[in-house]
């Protein structure tokens, strides 16, 4: 399997848009890429300028997917996967999940998280035993600001205690103008953990094309 494992080093740090990205970059370079995300939590809240994640991978992908082809399990309430699944009085299935990922074949595969890895997608199974189980190189998104080196390391030690690969750290959105403190947590992240961090610049739905062409795709599909 080939493709890459997008995380986040918590919610609303950008992964949707980094993942989105990468999908739209890719189909726009012509290939059949193929869109995964195991669980969409939080179709109940308004929608912005964003669509649901799931909406906007199949999009990104090229739309040859439906929707509910990229995410196997939706629930309404914003919460953690094992929590909207038991309120709905579903099980999921970490079997169905691996079935449908590994369904891309030849295919490059980008798969999302939910939140970061630690998040337990079901009691007994995270979302770093997913990543695992996909054996998919990771990348990390994570945001700009105070608080961003020790998530991200965090994040990294978490990839890499479980054997995962981390291909690379994504910072958004990047401003072409950065902050003196932007600048200087990029660089304390690719020193302190030793991997390449590039930055996502602000974009909408109809550029992800366009910014995830700024992102190192070729490596980390490598």
Known sequence: MRGVFVTGTGTAVGKSIVAAATCAALAAEGQPVVAFKPVVTGLDEPTGAWPPDHELLATAAGGRQAPEDVAPYRFGPPLSPHYAAELAGQTIEPARLLSVARASGDRPLVA?????????????????????????????????????????????????????????????????????????????????????????????????????????LADWLR
Do not use: C, K
Request: proline letters at 9%; charged letters at 15%.
């Open 112 to 216: 999302e998280g939910v939140g970061g890895l630690l998040v337990p997608i079901t009691f007994g199974y995270l979302v770093r035993d997913l990543a695992v189980d996909l054996a998919l190189p990771v990348v990390i998104a994570t945001h700009t600001a105070l608080g961003t080196i020790n998530h991200t390391l965090l994040t990294i030690e978490a990839a890499r205690t479980a054997g995962l690969h981390v291909a690379g750290v994504v910072m958004t959105p990047w401003s072409d103008r950065p902050e003196p403190i932007e600048e200087s947590n990029r660089s304390a992240v690719e020193r302190l953990g030793g991997v390449r961090v590039s930055g996502l610049p602000p974009t909408t739905p109809r550029s992800l094309a366009q910014a995830g062409g700024n992102l190192p």
